[in-house]
C-alpha cells in the first residue's frame, strides 16, 4: 500500500512538472532576479497607458512579477484611476510586457485575453507562467494596498 502512494505521488508531481515546462518557452537563466527598475517601468508604462483613458484623472498600478524571459515580463497588474472625475474604478489581470534592453524599456503589452476559449489562449501568451500567474497573484489585498498607499501618498488635486 505505502508503495503504491508513493507511485502515485510522483506520478502526480511529474504530471505538474511537466504542465509547467513541457512544451513551453524556458525562461531565462535571470528570471528570479526582478529589479525594482523592472517594475519601476512597467507600473509606470501602464499608468500612462490606462491615464490615456482618464484624461480627468489619475491612475496608480501596483504589480507583481513572477519572472521575465529574454523578451517578455510577465505580470500580474493591479490599477486604480482616481481624482475628481467619473467614481474610481480598478481592475487587475495578466499582462505580457515586450521590452528591450538592459535598461528594460517597455515597448508594448499584451493583455489576457477574455471570452471563449480564454485558457488556451491565455496560455499561449503567457507559457510557463500563466498557470503561476493564476496562483500567485501576489495577493490582490497586497497589491490593493500598495496602490492605496500610492494614492495617499500623491493626492489627485
Known amino acids: 500500500m505505502k508503495k503504491i502512494l ?4 510522483v506520478l502526480v508531481l511529474a504530471i505538474i512538472v511537466l504542465k509547467l515546462f ?10 528570479p532576479f526582478i529589479s525594482n527598475k523592472v517594475e519601476e517601468n512597467v507600473e ?6 490606462y491615464q490615456k483613458n482618464f484624461p480627468e484623472n489619475k491612475v496608480a498600478c501596483a504589480s507583481s512579477i513572477p519572472g521575465k524571459d529574454d523578451k517578455y515580463i510577465y505580470t500580474w497588474m493591479y490599477c486604480k484611476e482616481y481624482g475628481p472625475g467619473d467614481p474610481a ?12 534592453g538592459q535598461e528594460f524599456e517597455v515597448v508594448a503589452l499584451t493583455e489576457q485575453a ?8 491565455n496560455k499561449q501568451i503567457f507559457g510557463v507562467y500563466y498557470d503561476i500567474l493564476l496562483l500567485s497573484k501576489y495577493s ?12 495617499n501618498n500623491n493626492p489627485a488635486f
Open 6 to 9: 508513493v507511485l502515485l505521488f
Open 44 to 49: 509606470l508604462y501602464m499608468e500612462n497607458h
Open 114 to 121: 477574455e471570452g471563449d476559449d480564454t485558457e488556451a489562449v
Open 140 to 151: 490582490r489585498e497586497n497589491l490593493k494596498n500598495i496602490v492605496e498607499r500610492k494614492i
Open 89 to 100: 474604478s480598478a481592475s487587475s489581470g495578466a499582462i505580457r510586457f515586450e521590452y528591450q
Open 22 to 31: 513541457g512544451s513551453n518557452p524556458k525562461p531565462s537563466d535571470t528570471t
